[in-house]
């Protein structure tokens, strides 16, 4: 019997036949059939491979030379640019401060200390990102840099304790701390 005659009873007994990316064949359809012409999909296995490769316009994989790879014959991994680091939930009216700030260390910041608000805004945006927005946070209220008469905007006040609630004019730190927006 022909690879085509199988794939043609297969199809008839109510068989899904296709071919997996690790080149077997799948067989997808009643379990009676199934049972019935797993035989003769065995015996014909290869001729039936390449039937259903050329049906669908694919071509066999390669074989593996000696000492390949484990990902074997998928595509090797590749470099992959993604957004940069926090920008995927920084809302628009912030990318230009945040951009500011991943920029340069503000002046008479240490970079310890300006390192760790960049992370603590990164976690500030990811988490309530939209309800700043929503409630009208201005960027100055978020990136104002501490200066001698002023401590700065809230991402120098988290200091590494992640924000646990935040409403229209502040801001509840899980550590306790609360910062009151407008009050510098």
């Known amino acids: 019997m022909s690879a085509a005659d ?3 009873m297969a199809r008839e007994a109510g068989l899904k036949l ?3 990316g690790t080149g077997k064949i799948k067989v ?3 379990r009676g059939a199934i049972e019935r012409l797993t035989p003769e999909l065995a015996a014909n296995k290869p001729a039936i491979l390449a039937e259903l490769r050329q049906a669908d316009g694919d071509t066999p994989p390669k074989v593996a030379p000696p000492g390949a790879p484990s990902w074997w014959p998928m595509p ?3 470099i992959v640019k993604e ?3 926090g920008s995927d939930g920084v809302p628009a009216r912030y990318q230009a401060a945040w951009q500011a700030l991943l920029a340069q260390c503000p002046p008479g910041v240490t970079p310890f200390v300006w390192e760790g608000a960049i992370y603590d805004c990164a976690t500030l945006f990811g988490d309530f990102g939209q309800l700043l927005d929503a409630y009208d946070w201005r960027p100055s209220d978020l990136f104002e840099a501490p200066h001698d008469d002023s401590p ?3 991402i120098w006040f988290i ?3 992640p924000v646990a609630t935040i409403g229209p004019t502040m801001v509840q730190l899980i550590d306790g701390r609360i910062w009151l ?3 510098r």
């Open 6 to 8: 199988v794939i043609q």
């Open 18 to 20: 296709t071919v997996s």
């Open 28 to 30: 997808a359809g009643p």
């Open 76 to 78: 090797h991994p590749g």
């Open 83 to 85: 957004t940069p680091f």
């Open 152 to 154: 700065g905007g809230m």
């Open 159 to 161: 200091k590494g304790s």
């Open 181 to 183: 927006r407008g009050a």
